[in-house]
């Protein structure tokens, strides 16, 4: 009697990332090298709740290690603990952990294997606690907020994507004697912010980590002006504040992973330098172009090394917990401990030392 196949499936959750498609391929190609089948779950866990998944082979995943976004599709509201459905022409939200369980039985489904940052590690960590549902995590986020990782994939992409961009900004503050405000993504944490400024040549750099003051923000565009460098680049993470102020936020969307949407602080910037200096500011937001296109060399190699090993934890049967990069090794960690508190800047860690040795201001 031939003995039944092992069987997985693997979603995406939350906002695209560059490197998605590596760690689906790395998935999908361990576990048919280890003669088991593997389903895809489309639309992330929308397609757990509502039955839509598909039989993943060779195929499925042969040339789309270069490409950006997710050939599953992803969402970042579908939460099955608290999922919106029309009733009478209104939004109710209803409990459906019930038939997720349900699909993963239809299907025979061993484990799943979750790609996603913290709302979706959230999800997975609940569905492992409270529906006893054998998950296991892969950190994915351009923000490199997850606590537990010293890296998540994506974010090499989105630093180099803001550092080019910082690159083309030099010629035009250069050339019109402007100061250039750059506004990034990063929701709480300062990352791609900090990382993006040190690559790109920033003068000022304004991190969520650090409330900033205005006062010293002027005080070094005026000192360069005065030293004949008459043009400044400034670089704002999307939740940077003011010292005793609160966060820009651009809009609040019900029934979302991320309900708050962060946007204005690099525009509120620009406003106060040009006002306070007479300089001409600009602000460019760069937005999802730190999100979307083909990941670097750096995310293909750590996306597929992260999708190799979320497959063989399942293989050993090493479940509820999410693969992590400590030491340039890749490791097993808790997923309910992966999923806690975003991972911030630390104010005295080296890299911020070596920008204000550099002589950067971080409005502090």
Same mark, same amino acid.
């Given at each position: 009697m031939e003995q039944k196949k092992r069987r997985f499936a693997v979603l995406t959750g939350g906002g695209d990332c560059p490197g998605l498609n590596a760690v689906i391929r790395a998935v999908v190609k361990t576990f048919l090298q280890n003669d088991c089948e593997v389903y895809g779950v489309l639309n992330g866990f929308n397609g757990l709740i509502n039955d839509n998944l598909k039989l993943m082979d060779y195929a499925a995943v042969s040339g789309i290690l270069p490409r950006g976004g997710t050939i599953l599709g992803t969402t970042n509201r579908d939460n099955p603990f608290h999922f919106a459905v029309e009733e009478n022409g209104e939004l109710v939200y209803k409990d459906m952990r019930e038939k997720v369980i349900e699909n993963l039985r239809k299907y025979d489904i061993e484990a799943l294997v979750v790609i996603g940052g913290d709302g979706s590690l959230n999800i997975g960590a609940e569905l492992a606690r409270e529906c006893d549902i054998k998950v296991v995590g892969v950190p994915k986020t351009i923000d490199n907020d997850l606590p537990c990782t010293e890296r998540t994939f994506g974010f090499d992409t989105a630093m180099a994507m803001a550092t080019e961009a910082l690159d083309r900004l030099h010629t035009t503050a250069e050339s019109h004697h402007r100061v250039m405000v750059l506004e990034v993504m990063g929701r709480y944490a300062g990352w791609i912010a900090l990382h993006s400024g040190i690559a790109g040549g920033a003068d000022v750099i304004l991190l969520p980590e650090i409330p900033y003051k205005l006062e010293p923000v002027i005080a070094k565009i005026q000192a360069r002006k005065a030293a004949g460098k008459n043009f400044s680049i400034v670089v704002v993470a999307e939740g940077a504040r003011p010292e005793g102020g609160e966060m820009s936020i651009a809009r609040m969307v019900e029934g979302s992973f991320e309900p708050i949407r962060l946007g204005g602080a690099g525009e509120k910037?620009?406003? !106060?330098?040009?006002?306070?200096?007479?300089?001409?500011?600009?602000? *460019?937001?760069?937005?999802? $172009? @730190?999100?979307?296109? /083909? %990941? *670097? !060399?750096? +995310? #293909?190699? $750590? /996306? *597929? #090394?992260?999708?190799?090993?979320? !497959?063989? !934890?399942? $293989? #050993? #049967?090493?479940?509820?917990?999410?693969? /992590? $990069?400590?030491? +340039?090794?890749?490791? *097993?960690?808790?997923? @309910?401990? =992966? =999923?806690?508190? %975003?991972? @911030?800047? %630390?104010? +005295? /860690?080296e890299i911020i030392r070596t920008g204000r040795q550099l002589g950067l201001c971080f409005g502090d």
């Amino acid at each position: 009697m031939e003995q039944k196949k092992r069987r997985f499936a693997v979603l995406t959750g939350g906002g695209d990332c560059p490197g998605l498609n590596a760690v689906i391929r790395a998935v999908v190609k361990t576990f048919l090298q280890n003669d088991c089948e593997v389903y895809g779950v489309l639309n992330g866990f929308n397609g757990l709740i509502n039955d839509n998944l598909k039989l993943m082979d060779y195929a499925a995943v042969s040339g789309i290690l270069p490409r950006g976004g997710t050939i599953l599709g992803t969402t970042n509201r579908d939460n099955p603990f608290h999922f919106a459905v029309e009733e009478n022409g209104e939004l109710v939200y209803k409990d459906m952990r019930e038939k997720v369980i349900e699909n993963l039985r239809k299907y025979d489904i061993e484990a799943l294997v979750v790609i996603g940052g913290d709302g979706s590690l959230n999800i997975g960590a609940e569905l492992a606690r409270e529906c006893d549902i054998k998950v296991v995590g892969v950190p994915k986020t351009i923000d490199n907020d997850l606590p537990c990782t010293e890296r998540t994939f994506g974010f090499d992409t989105a630093m180099a994507m803001a550092t080019e961009a910082l690159d083309r900004l030099h010629t035009t503050a250069e050339s019109h004697h402007r100061v250039m405000v750059l506004e990034v993504m990063g929701r709480y944490a300062g990352w791609i912010a900090l990382h993006s400024g040190i690559a790109g040549g920033a003068d000022v750099i304004l991190l969520p980590e650090i409330p900033y003051k205005l006062e010293p923000v002027i005080a070094k565009i005026q000192a360069r002006k005065a030293a004949g460098k008459n043009f400044s680049i400034v670089v704002v993470a999307e939740g940077a504040r003011p010292e005793g102020g609160e966060m820009s936020i651009a809009r609040m969307v019900e029934g979302s992973f991320e309900p708050i949407r962060l946007g204005g602080a690099g525009e509120k910037v620009a406003q !106060a330098i040009e006002e306070q200096t007479g300089i001409e500011s600009r602000c *460019t937001v760069l937005g999802y $172009l @730190q999100r979307g296109g /083909s %990941p *670097t !060399a750096f +995310d #293909r190699v $750590l /996306s *597929t #090394r992260y999708g190799v090993a979320a !497959a063989e !934890a399942c $293989l #050993r #049967r090493e479940y509820n917990v999410m693969v /992590s $990069l400590y030491h +340039d090794q890749i490791v *097993t960690v808790f997923i @309910q401990k =992966a =999923a806690s508190k %975003p991972r @911030q800047v %630390p104010v +005295d /860690s080296e890299i911020i030392r070596t920008g204000r040795q550099l002589g950067l201001c971080f409005g502090d």
